[in-house]
Each structure stands twice: as C-alpha cells, then as structure tokens.
C-alpha cells in the first residue's frame, strides 16, 4: 500500500471554457483538517483528503488533477452528479400516468444510462460559494426535453464539509412540467488512497436484506430477492472481494457487483427535515479510514469498477483498474418508471424535489 501524504490539485488546472463558460476547481476545508475540492464541470468532487490512522492525509476518491482529464477519460462520472435520471431506463422510454409516452437518448444500446448522452455530469454548473459555512451550491437549468425528458428541471447541489469530517449532499430540483427525476453522485471510492490498486481487501457493510437482480442488459427484472445465502449478502461487514468468484449469475451478469440494494432504512435520525437512514459501512485495515454512508434515498447501487479498461490515469499517476474503487450510488430504483415496485421518480411541477446523502468519515486503529 502506498503511504505518502497526498496534496489537492492546482486550482489553474481546472480553469478553462466549456461551451461558453468558465470552469473551476473549488477547495473547502474543515477545522480537523479535511480537505475537500470540487469542480463545476459536473458540479462533481474531485478529490477528498482525509487524515488515515497515521494522520497522513489520502486522497479516497478516484478522479484526476487537470479537468481536460475529466473531459477526455475513459469513463466520464468520476465523482460527479448524476441526472436527470441515474442509473438505466429501459429503452429509453417511459409513459407517464396521462398517457403521454417519451423517448430519452439512449446512450447503452436501447437504453438510457445515467441521464443520456448529455447527463449532469457534462455539464458547466453555476456556483454559488459560502467559505464561512463549507459549502458550495452547484445550479443547473435543464431545459424542456433535454435528452428526451419533459420539462425545464432547475437543479441545485450543494455539499457542505462538516467539522465531523461529514461531505453532506443536499439535491433541490423543481420542474415546469409532470417530470421524472433520480440524482445521484457518482463518486468512486479507495479508502486507502486513489493510488492503491484494489478495494477488494475493504470491509463493507450494506444495510439491505434485499436488492434488485436484473437481466441480461443490467435492467431490474421487477422483482425485489432476498440477499440471504447470496454474495450479495452484506449485512454483516465482510471484504468486497469475499464472495466475488462464488458461481451466481447476477454476478456473472454485472460482472462482479453492479446492483441495486433495497436499503431496509431501519436506523434514521432527521436534521434539516429531511429523514435520512442508515445504508452503509465501509473501512480499510491498512489505513484505518472508515466511511459510513446515510441516505434519504430508498436504494443505493454498488458498482466496483468492472468495466475499467485501465486508461484513465489517476491524480498519482496510477492507471485505474479493474475494482480499484468502488461506488455507493445512492438513488431510487433503476428504471423505475417503468417498473410496478419500489417508490415513485415522478416529479410534479407544484412540488420540490429534495434529498441528501452524506458521506461520513472517521478513523478506526
Ligand atoms: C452503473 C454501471 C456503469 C457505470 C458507469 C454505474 O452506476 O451501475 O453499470 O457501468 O455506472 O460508470
């Protein structure tokens, strides 16, 4: 494992045009020394400096130190918000309840993955910054069938550092027209450092007695099973990699974990209105670092870097592989307009889409 203390990027190497507008990198920081930096494009996190059990700071989020890294990689989501529909829509069309049907860009085959061609994450949001507060608010105006999706969704982002060492992510959209709407962030995980090779030795934890198996296409098949007696049993914290070469086809299928969990939402406390729960539990032995994730949303998807091709070249100068980070995209239901289960993703234009999620830090000897 690599050991050496890691530094945030350099701001002028995320100052640049994209279509018309500027954009920037942006650098919070906490009493405790956490240090946290974000960019515009995408309205996204780029890296997340936290203190392991040495007090060394490390870099835990995968991404890049120059945004035309961001613009050119391999895979373009490295920590960035997601919208306006995260994760797959089944070929791309859903029919909302007045009958009225609509296409979005498919962008994977048939289907739509991750807002379309032109997602959230290809964008150059608006920012408001509050240093005294530790926060930055991202603002997005998407207009009336953008990507296919009816209705102008005005988006706003914000994340705060807390002086617990707490990222929270707070979503605010409204739309002009009956809508459908699913945000996530997209950021990838290695709590021993962007620069290590594997997250399959971290120990997770998912607070889910249930996720979504799906079809050849990764689409939810509409029914909700039961993780017992599966590798996708989390419940108890085990390494990411324990279960990975057990014979299961859902594995098989995504190629390792690429799955939507059904969050049992049985631990929750509520601040700033919003009731947020319990959904999961990650650490590193090596470094200590710990990270526990809450939620408003009902379900949290866990991608481990499958379909890494090892070209996108990291902050450190490390090649990004197979499973050398891992994702807990917090959400709603993959295609859920489309399916009879789960929560509904309409958004109407008399009501406020809201939602958090919070990234917490901590250390473990
Ligand atoms: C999805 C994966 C997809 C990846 C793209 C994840 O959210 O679950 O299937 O390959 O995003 O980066």
Not at 99 to 127: C, E, I, M
Not at 129 to 143: G, K
Not at 154 to 177: H, M
Request: aromatic share 10%; glycine share 8%; with cysteine.
């Amino acid at each position: 494992m690599k050991k050496k203390t890691h530094s945030i990027p350099e701001s002028r190497n995320f100052e640049t045009t994209l279509n018309a507008k500027n954009t920037h990198l942006f650098v919070l920081e906490n009493k405790r020394g956490m240090q946290i930096t974000l960019t515009d494009y995408g309205a996204r996190l780029v890296s997340v400096l936290v203190p392991d059990k040495q007090g060394n700071l490390r870099d835990v989020v995968l991404g890049f130190d120059h945004i035309d890294a961001y613009i050119k990689a391999d895979e373009p989501y490295y920590g960035a918000t997601i919208g306006r529909f995260a994760n797959r829509i089944r070929g791309g069309q859903f029919t909302l309840a007045d009958g009225s049907h609509y296409q979005t860009t498919p962008n994977q085959g048939k289907d739509t993955l991750h807002g379309g061609a032109y997602g959230f994450h290809k964008r150059v949001w608006d920012r408001r910054v509050n240093s005294i507060e530790q926060e930055i608010s991202f603002f997005l105006v998407s207009p009336d069938g953008e990507e296919g999706f009816p209705g102008t969704l005005s988006t706003c982002v914000t994340y705060r550092l807390t002086d617990d060492n707490e990222i929270q992510i707070s979503y605010r959209a409204e739309t002009t027209k009956t809508t459908v709407i699913n945000l996530t962030n997209h950021a990838y995980f290695n709590l021993n450092g962007e620069d290590n090779e594997t997250v399959l030795d971290h120990h997770l934890q998912i607070f889910a007695t249930h996720y979504l198996p799906t079809d050849q296409d990764q689409l939810p098949l509409g029914v909700v099973a039961p993780v017992e007696q599966t590798p996708f049993d989390f419940l108890q914290p085990k390494p990411i990699g324990r279960d990975l070469a057990a014979e299961n086809e859902q594995l098989r299928i995504g190629l390792g974990y690429d799955h939507c969990f059904v969050l049992d939402q049985q631990v929750s406390k509520s601040e700033n209105g919003l009731k947020i729960y319990r959904a999961a539990m990650a650490k590193a032995p090596d470094s200590g670092i710990r990270l526990d994730v809450w939620t408003s949303e009902p379900a949290m998807q866990l991608y481990t870097t499958n379909v890494f091709s090892g070209k996108d070249r990291g902050k450190s100068g490390v090649y990004y592989v197979k499973n050398c980070g891992f994702a807990l995209e917090t959400q709603h239901f993959p295609d859920a307009p489309n399916l009879p289960i789960g929560p509904g993703t309409v958004l109407q234009p008399d009501e406020i889409f809201m939602s958090e999620t919070r990234y917490c830090f901590s250390v473990e000897k």
